[in-house]
């Protein structure tokens, strides 16, 4: 009876405290998207004297408490071949105003170095950065209206707090409201 008693309580207490809504974004969405985005060659550089930049494999991984970016990144100029597996965080950002979820990859300038020199930088950003937008989870209508027996009623949609909680395979992004 104990037990029931517990549970039964706590379900309770979670469904008065529970105002949210939310949208998830799983990382085989964004995988297929950096799919189709595909691998990248870039020449960079004056004509004549152009190093060859690619990008391969991009990929997301979404963990409890972090979500990452992955890829290959070669740089070819002359004699001159470097090779980088990459790893960068990724902030998720949420926006109530224009109700959007973005993706930033931290630090996303990748520079080519050997003893000391560098011989190029390439930024991420330039290529990911625009499909990594989604949209939010604000409702549509801040109010509601409806006609009861005791005349119209408004009831207005008061946002508490947004929260990005980062899960295995999935981030979700989740605001609380409050009805007034």
């Not at 960079?44 to 972090?66: C, D, T």
């Not at 001159?80 to 224009?98: A, G, L, T």
């Not at 520079?111 to 390439?122: A, L, N, V």
């Not at 604000?138 to 008061?158: A, D, E, L």
Request: proline share 3%; no cysteine.
């Amino acid at each position: 009876m104990n037990k029931f008693l517990i549970t039964y309580s706590i379900f309770f207490l979670s469904a008065i405290a529970a105002g949210e809504i939310s949208v998830s974004i799983s990382e085989n969405l964004v995988n297929e998207y950096l799919q189709i985005i595909g691998n990248h060659e870039i020449p960079k550089g004056k004509k004549g004297n152009q190093a060859l930049w690619s990008i391969k494999n991009p990929y997301v991984k979404f963990e409890h408490g972090s979500a990452e970016f992955h890829s290959t990144i070669t740089f070819k100029k002359e004699k001159i071949n470097i090779k980088k597996n990459i790893k960068k965080n990724i902030f998720v950002e949420y926006s109530y105003d224009d109700n959007q979820i973005r993706m930033v990859i931290e630090d996303p300038v990748v520079k080519m170095e050997r003893s000391g020199e560098t011989y190029g930088k390439i930024d991420l950003s330039t290529f990911y950065q625009q499909g990594l937008q989604f949209q939010g989870p604000k409702p549509k209508n801040q109010s509601v209206k409806f006609n009861t027996n005791k005349g119209k009623i408004k009831v207005n949609m008061n946002l508490k707090k947004s929260i990005i909680y980062f899960e295995k395979g999935v981030v979700r992004v989740a605001i609380d409201l409050k009805y007034k």
